[in-house]
């Protein structure tokens, strides 16, 4: 996952999950103080009705009585009936003595009772429940002039205005919350974009260093990003100052050594052939000395071209080709060294597969392939040569049967001077992939290689079609 996106991401889901908790916070603190104020406008209820029953139980009549008779509460119930939505009188024994609702004595059978309630009323506590229907029960003890409990007073009211204000708030908060998560997910693309963009012309300059393609990094900030091109620009100035003098001295090198390496090749070939009817001792010495030149100057060559392309953009000897005949024509040249080590060609060719690069180059870089391929390949095997069109690319397959590259070594084929640690079963430069390599990316294309060990290595190129 990109850092931009896990930015955006986790900018995210911070700010749902705090706007979740600000939800949640904001409606239990109007549960808390909705309820809160519905039990002071109750408790200021239940003040008013204290007084108009300490009214009625004040009276003389009254004031020996020690538990409500169904007379006193009619008088109690006709006085209360407008107090509240519902009003109900129990004896001590919680025996329903009366009830009105909305303003008239009604004669309820089995209306919802708290027994709860009214059992800690009996206590001398008040106490309150809130059905699921949103009423709330509320009862008190009501007590004569010698604070004894002569029954209960229970005061119904409906609740669902609270729990309507809830939804409507949760509906807004919810609304709100969708619209500032929306509001925050853009400015949080915006701010992952702006921190991010940055880091991406740092990301895409270090990948460029790795290609040796050395850019001025100018970032105009003063913060540690604006440091850190600053050290970036310092470090690609420095390094490729390093890798110029390298390729200018082995270029320089060898330049100097071609010319007397030409010399010591043409004495070792005269010595040798002179050598005929001496003794075969000095001629051995002689072959060995001759073969030695001949690697020498190979390497020389490798050298200098290799050279020639880090000091080269471009290439003016472009022209159409037919990867196919090309290829072909490459197997043809490399038959007779084939023939020596008893390895055979298999081809198969697609028709019209053209492509735009050097002829020479690109020949160069299928003689390296296929030689290598003929080098470590057993005795009596068999080398794949195909070329085909696969995703509008034109593909260069060779594949063989030889003692393969270990895997933890492929990563390091490319680079220049390396051999596989098994490779020393032939002669070479360490040269011949880095060549291949540096001719194909000339041209855009790509060069893949697979291998395991004791079965085999499969080399493909792929070249845009022409």
């Known amino acids: ?54 009214s009625i139980i004040s009276n003389p009549e009254n004031s020996v009585i020690e538990m409500l008779t169904p007379e006193l509460s009619n008088v109690m119930i006709d006085t209360l009936k407008i107090s509240s939505r519902e009003v109900r009188l129990y004896n001590n024994e919680l025996q329903r003595l009366g009830i009105s609702s909305g303003g008239r004595v009604v004669d309820r059978k089995n209306p919802v009772t708290f027994i709860g309630n009214l059992q800690k009323a009996l206590e001398g506590n008040y106490a309150y429940t809130v059905d699921n229907n949103k009423f709330i029960y509320f009862a008190i003890p009501i007590k004569n002039i010698y604070n004894s409990n002569l029954g209960v007073l229970e005061l119904v009211e409906d609740a669902g205005y609270i729990y309507e204000l809830l939804k409507k708030i949760t509906y807004m908060l919810i609304f709100a919350a969708a619209i500032f998560c929306v509001l925050i997910i853009i400015l949080s693309l915006y701010i992952s974009r702006k921190t991010t963009k940055p880091i991406k012309f740092l990301l895409m300059a270090t990948e460029k260093f790795s290609r040796q393609q050395f850019e001025d990094i100018h970032l105009n900030r003063k913060d540690e990003l604006g440091m850190l091109a600053k050290g970036l620009d310092s470090m690609g100035k420095q390094l490729k100052e390093y890798i110029e003098r390298q390729k200018q001295f082995i270029s320089n090198v060898s330049h100097e050594l071609k010319t007397p390496l ?33 690697r020498l ?5 490798e050298l200098l071209l290799l050279s020639q392309f880090d000091r080269s953009t471009e290439d003016s000897n472009l022209e159409k080709l037919n990867l196919s005949e090309l290829a072909q024509i490459t197997v043809q040249h490399m038959s007779l060294k084939a023939e020596k080590r008893d390895v055979t060609f298999k081809e198969d060719y697609a028709n019209n597969v053209f492509v735009q690069s050097n002829k020479l180059l ?9 030689d290598n391929a003929i080098k470590y390949s057993e005795n009596h095997s068999t080398v794949n040569v195909k070329v085909f069109i696969k995703d509008n690319n034109a593909v260069l397959q060779v594949s063989d049967n030889g003692i393969g590259i270990p895997k933890e070594e492929l990563g390091l084929i490319f680079e220049r001077f390396y051999r596989a640690k098994n490779s020393k079963v032939s002669s070479g430069t360490g040269l011949g992939l880095s060549i291949c390599k540096e001719i194909i990316e000339k041209y855009h294309g790509q060069m893949f290689v697979e291998s395991e060990e004791q079965v085999g290595t499969q080399v493909t190129i792929t070249l845009s079609l022409e």
């Open 362 to 370: 690109l020949s160069q870089a299928i003689v390296n392939i296929l």
């Open 1 to 54: 996952m990109k850092f931009s996106t896990k930015l955006l991401l986790n900018y995210s889901l911070i700010s749902i999950l705090s706007f979740v908790l600000v939800i949640v916070s904001v409606n239990g603190a109007i549960e808390y103080f909705g309820f809160a104020t519905i039990e002071k406008q109750m408790i200021e209820k239940i003040d008013m009705a204290e007084l108009s029953l300490r």
């Open 262 to 294: 030409a010399a010591i090749s043409g004495f070792s070939q005269y010595l040798y052939d002179d050598a005929q009817e001496t003794d075969p001792e000095l001629r051995k010495i002689y072959y060995h000395l001759m073969n030695e030149s001949e």
């Open 297 to 301: 100057t190979k390497l020389i060559n």
